[in-house]
């Protein structure tokens, strides 16, 4: 748990280049499949590529707000701590939930320990996969986002920040993931 604040490493070129607010859009479309991409996970040493899951299981992609490994955005750390709390739930569901931070893979490692993940954790410190799902920055990294893809790949929910509506919680992602199983595959 957190018990004090510590601005060591704030200041680096991911916080520059996320400085400028870029708000959330919309660039993806429901029922169509998402960009492919390859990130380390950190906390089972392998890179993990999204193509890999196609045809295999449904993944939740949940983008997180993470400043540096000792500065958590307030509004994603307690829902980092829900996801991880209940990952056996999704898990049991056959889904995989992939959290995606744009620390560096050293900061990351140092997140995984402290919080005890049970989820992958993938490092993406160039945000390139932030940006190509749309999901805006601001104030130094990339805002959180959440996307649920069918076992097919096609997107059925997409959540991006706001101020009212930061992140889409564990029971809305138990919920979509369960009228996405309940209506029939097309022919």
Same mark, same amino acid.
């Given at each position: 748990?957190?018990? %004090?604040?510590?601005?060591?490493?704030?200041?680096?070129?991911r916080?520059?280049?996320?400085?400028l607010?870029v708000?959330?859009? =919309?660039?993806?479309?429901l029922?169509?499949?998402?960009?492919n991409?390859?990130?380390?996970?950190?906390?089972?040493?392998?890179?993990v590529?999204? %193509?890999?899951?196609?045809g *295999? +299981?449904?993944?939740?992609?949940?983008?997180?707000?993470?400043?540096?490994? *000792?500065?958590?955005c307030?509004?994603?750390?307690? =829902?980092?701590?829900?996801?991880?709390?209940n990952?056996?739930?999704?898990?049991?569901?056959?889904? &995989?939930?992939?959290l995606?931070?744009?620390?560096?893979? &050293? +900061?990351? *490692?140092?997140?995984?320990?402290?919080?005890?993940?049970?989820?992958?954790?993938?490092s993406?410190? %160039?945000?390139?996969?932030?940006?190509r799902?749309?999901?805006?920055?601001?104030?130094?990294a990339?805002?959180?986002a959440?996307?649920?893809?069918? *076992?097919?790949?096609k997107?059925k929910?997409a =959540?991006?920040?706001?101020?009212?509506? =930061?992140?889409?919680? #564990? &029971?809305?992602?138990? &919920?979509?993931?369960?009228?996405?199983?309940? #209506?029939?595959?097309?022919?």
């Open positions: 748990m957190l018990t %004090s604040t510590d601005f060591r490493g704030l200041l680096n070129k916080f520059f280049q996320n400085f607010p708000p959330a859009f =919309h660039k993806l479309y029922e169509v499949g998402t960009p991409f390859e990130l380390p996970d950190v906390k089972n040493g392998v890179a590529k999204l %193509s890999d899951y196609k *295999k +299981q449904p993944v939740i992609l949940a983008f997180t707000r993470i400043f540096t490994e *000792k500065q958590y307030p509004f994603c750390y307690p =829902h980092i701590i829900a996801l991880n709390d990952y056996e739930k999704f898990v049991e569901k056959g889904v &995989e939930l992939l995606i931070t744009s620390t560096d893979e &050293e +900061q990351s *490692k140092i997140i995984v320990n402290d919080l005890g993940l049970k989820m992958p954790l993938l993406n410190p %160039s945000c390139s996969v932030f940006h799902y749309g999901t805006g920055q601001s104030l130094g990339p805002l959180p959440q996307f649920v893809l069918d *076992k097919e790949g997107l929910f =959540h991006l920040f706001s101020f009212l509506d =930061h992140n889409a919680g #564990v &029971e809305r992602l138990l &919920e979509v993931l369960e009228v996405s199983a309940s #209506v029939p595959a097309e022919a």
